[in-house]
């Protein structure tokens, strides 16, 4: 297992080391930049900020901007395709998706995004952005991405070319279409490993599956959601972050029946959180991580999903991703 964490915080990037049971922050660099996501893999970090991308290839000790071709510099997530080295996707606000075939030294837009936000009027209820891409799912040549406040989109050739999902209409209309189409204001996605049909995503309208690609939504769970696990042996088995509304009520519930029934997965906290709400889940070795949308982090061991915080002096955690040292 990988001893180091890198975070993105409201207050740029935190490397830290595991210290014992325990973890230690090592350094903290690009203090003047807000950071809003981070991925590293092969000896090299991106963090996505509000003003671009910067790489590093020292474990965060010195940084380059990495924002060459990225004409949104608004990066809302970062990801890396899973199977294939230096392929590398930019969600931003507005609404676009960017890719990267160089570890970051040139993005290329992907124009239809832009048509699709444009025709649909995407936008978000809290900023004056059209829309985001929030959340990028991969299995193959198949790959998933989020929109909030747009739906869901799909790409079979490795992300290099996107489209709504058959059971995604793009209107970004809150009251929300009934089943078998998808809420619109999709805040993470997820493709099991078993097959790239199989589909997950937690929305503002309740979290979803399907079982056939995006085509047809099936609502799981009647609830406001951001952050889903799901068990890569086992797709019935699911973890949740359930709220009863935008940050209201938050918890940490599970599913080993696909969905049919929902049991409390809060050990160790006192919930529900009045005034926040699980924002990611992030697996790291035994370990499974919580990013609360307050910016708090927790942690919990597989064997016994017992939650404890972690890394209370860093303030505002955005996003966290393992590092090989």
Known sequence: MS?????????????CRRNGEGWERVRQTLPEHEATSIIAREGVILLGTRDGVFRSDDEGATWQAASDGLETPYVRWLAYHPHISDLEFAGTEPAGIFVSHDGAAHWRECPEIARLRDEHEWFLPYSDGAGCVRAFAFHGQRAYAAVEVG?????????????????????PDL????????YPDVHSIYVHPSSPEVVYAPTGGGFYRSNDG???WTLLYDCYARAAWLDPRDPQHVMLGPADG????????????????WLAASKGLRVPWRQH????????????????????????????????PILREVADIRALTAIEG
């Open 214 to 216: 995006g085509r047809k």
């Open 3 to 15: 001893t180091f964490l890198g975070l993105a915080s409201a207050e740029g990037f935190v490397l």
């Open 277 to 308: 709400m699980v924002e990611r889940f992030v697996p790291y070795g035994d370990y499974l991580f919580a990013l609360l949308s307050n910016g708090e982090l927790l942690e919990a061991l597989f064997s016994t999903l017992e939650w404890r």
């Open 151 to 171: 739906g869901a989109l799909r790409s079979d050739d490795g992300g290099e070319t996107w489209r709504l999902v058959e059971g995604s209409d793009g209107n």
């Open 246 to 261: 935008v940050e209201a009520d938050g918890r940490i519930e599970e599913t080993h029946d696909g969905g049919q029934t």
């Open 175 to 182: 009251e929300g279409p009934p089943e078998p189409l998808i």
